[in-house]
């Protein structure tokens, strides 16, 4: 299994700012992934972070809202730009296990809170 | 295109009665099946997965679901639930590409256990 800390766990910010998350992960990982949980709402994949490449976005989130960076095997951030109410979500991060089961371990999540 | 469908977004139940939490998904390809739970305020966990073999999958705290693939269902029950059980479950599924194993999650299932 894999051990992921988040920060910070909760913040609440103001509208135009920008939020910087970390993820860090106990043991090195290729692949590392966003989520973000809106109020009420399952999860929505955002984007998936590979050490050394651009981060691969889903529909609808880009890279200029949601700016990635990968540095090395165990870290990562994702960066809300510009915030607005609607960005009010739990962001998450996961990453794959280190066996080949498909099995993906999250961290406890980013409670983000825009006025 | 893969989905997760979680006709429950709530289920209300006494304690020691058994539950059956519902999943039927959609998808062109092959996948590997999970659930997750997430107690307030806290991150994802893995109550168990299908990845072949087997059609009944036994997980963690009692919990099992069994896969079906003529229904494409993957419901969870557990015969005789716990105040502890309250909480969100989650379906999930993934399908392997390029950029790793992406997870598609269902909206979600309120478990409620009252005494």
């Known amino acids: 299994s894999a051990v992921i800390s988040q920060k910070p766990s909760r913040d609440i910010c103001q509208r135009g700012t920008s939020l910087t998350i970390q993820c860090q992960v106990d043991?090195?990982?290729?692949?590392m992934f966003w989520y973000r949980q809106q109020p009420g709402q399952s999860l929505t994949l955002i984007a998936t972070?590979?050490?050394?490449?651009?981060?691969?976005?889903e529909s609808g989130f880009v890279i200029d809202k949601f700016p990635i960076s990968r540095p090395n095997l165990t870290f990562s951030t994702l960066t809300v730009s510009n915030m607005s109410p609607e960005d009010s979500s739990i962001y998450l991060c996961?990453?794959?296990?280190?066996?080949?089961?498909?099995?993906?371990?999250f961290g406890p999540g980013t409670r983000l809170t825009v006025l | 295109a893969q989905s997760v469908t979680q006709l429950d977004s709530q289920v209300p139940v006494f304690e020691e009665a058994p539950v059956e939490l519902r999943c039927n998904y959609s998808s062109s390809v092959s996948v590997y099946l999970f659930w997750y739970v997430q107690y307030p305020n806290q991150g994802l966990q893995l109550l168990l997965k299908y990845l072949s073999g087997s059609t009944l999958v036994k997980g963690i705290n009692g919990f099992e679901a069994e896969f079906n693939k003529s229904q494409t269902s993957f419901h969870l029950r557990k015969p005789s639930v716990h105040i502890s059980d309250t909480a969100e479950y989650f379906c999930?599924?993934?399908?392997?590409?390029?950029?790793?194993?992406?997870?598609?999650f269902g909206t979600g299932t309120q478990l409620k256990v009252e005494l």
């Open positions: 972070a590979n050490q050394g490449s651009e981060a691969t976005y």
């Open positions: 996961s990453v794959e296990g280190l066996a080949a089961d498909n099995e993906q371990f």
């Open positions: 043991s090195q990982v290729t692949m």
């Open positions: 999930a599924v993934s399908r392997r590409t390029g950029g790793g194993n992406k997870l598609t």
